[in-house]
């Protein structure tokens, strides 16, 4: 059997924050001579099929799937399309795909090219027993961060803000992630009892990653240490740190319908603004604040003066595919005016934040500390403004507050009262020039050194996050060349 196929499964969740990470390190071990399989369900490899870059050779294959068979709504085979109480439904239901995630394994194996190995999502646990009985290498591919994936591991396995009347709790096996918040969880963990639908899919799933033969984070071993180090310690497994990975090489799967507009009006926009004078606020594509707090925000962007650029969306109750009413949800004439004193640039559902974060004029970005905003941010030294919503956004925040430093958290999620002028006092202290500002400043772009570095790959160079993708293959590969020589000599 050739010891020289280079064929890599890959297998994220059906979620496009999986998705896109999934895709965008498919392309870049695609660049690096890699045969990539791509599976997923049939609604997700369509949407696929029209973002993937014409010239990519990423292999898109199906396995079957019908929502309608699991109690979802007709079509729903991305938490995209789900409201948050059906999200563990989907969870559930994905455990279904283990037959045909075999026979597609057992159909390799049987036309001789086994691949080097499965990429698998975190959400697929049992995936790694599955891939095991062919003798092929399993690893874990997670899109979030060391430290977030960590506290929320430790969270579901322990449960431990049950024991707590305080309403602060530490996690019994990560006391280095310091004290946490009944306020930090998300609703799910809040009401988990450990009996209930969200409890037995944990259950299941999180031990099962100690059957994989190792981690990949889209992280920097430098920036994310105490995260990586539990799960070393957790699973005493190699845990390759290989990020940031370019998400921007997916650019189809994340572009608004009118890119090229929006992109214009912003960069006009921000070239006309001094350096890091710019807040930019946008709370990813999957969230929104309640329109009380839209309110606050805007009451306080106007008292402090700041320039900004503000990504909004309908607010909590609307259907965040609408028409954004600004004269609704904004105080009276805020659009207008902002815009006629070019002091603000309000930009509906999409804007074209790497372009925007990379430009000198914006000094810091409030955001709701998704993975992938939180390293977009970093790799520019942009300071945030952490408004966490769901799901491991929350310890991403504490990270950058407590270990990183360069964060202000200005308030959690949807039920938390913000008032403008304390929004507006956290929004001056940021943006300011001196003080906590300019320390901020200073933090992030030592960090955004450090990541420049993970990255760099020269002759004679290679910084830490290359040379863990290298040995992460290299370990692939050996295994690989086990199982090989032991058929050889069984053949014998
Ligand atoms: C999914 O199942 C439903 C109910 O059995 C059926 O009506 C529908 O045609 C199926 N959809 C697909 C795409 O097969």
Known sequence: MAGNNNNIIMFPFMAQGHIIPFLSLSLQLEQKGYQITFINTPLNIANLRRVLPPTSTVRLLEVPFNSSDHGLPPNSENTDSLPPYQICDLLVASTSLKPAFRNILSG????????????????????????????????????????????????????????????????????????????QLTPSLVAATGDDPWSKFQKQNLPAWGNSDGFLFNTVEDLDKVGLSYFRRKFSRPVWAIGPIDLSVSGGARTGKNGRIETNSCLQFLNSMPPASVLYISFGSQNTITASQMMQLAKALDKSKKHFIWVVRPPLGFDINTEFRAEEWLPENFKKQTEEEHRGLIVEKWAPQVEILSHQSVGAFMSHCGWNSVLESLSRGVPLLGWPMAAEQFY?????????????????????????????????????????????????????????????????????????????????????????????????
Not at 145 to 159: K, P
Not at 447 to 454: G, L, N, Q, S, Y
């Open 396 to 492: 991403n925040a504490k990270m950058m507050v407590e270990i990183a430093e360069v964060c202000v958290e200005v308030a959690r999620g949807t039920s938390f009262e913000v008032r403008s002028e304390d929004l507006r006092e956290t929004i001056e202290e940021v943006m300011s020039e001196d003080g906590k500002g300019r320390e901020m400043r200073k933090k992030a772009s030592e960090i955004k050194k450090m990541i420049e570095e993970a990255t760099r790959n020269e002759q004679g160079f290679r910084g830490s996050s290359v040379e863990a993708m290298e040995d992460f293959l290299q370990a692939a590969l050996m295994k690989n060349t086990t199982i090989t020589t032991t058929n050889d000599l069984q053949q014998d």
């Open 108 to 183: 390799l194996v049987d036309a001789g090219t086994p691949p080097l190995c499965v990429v698998a999502d975190f959400f697929f646990g049992w995936s790694a027993a599955v891939t095991h009985e062919f003798g092929i290498f399993h690893v874990i591919f997670s899109g979030s961060g060391g430290f977030g994936l960590a506290c929320y591991f430790s969270s579901w396995i322990n449960l431990a803000h049950k024991h707590s009347d305080s309403g602060e709790f530490t996690l019994p096996d990560f006391p280095e992630a310091g004290k946490l918040q009944v306020t």
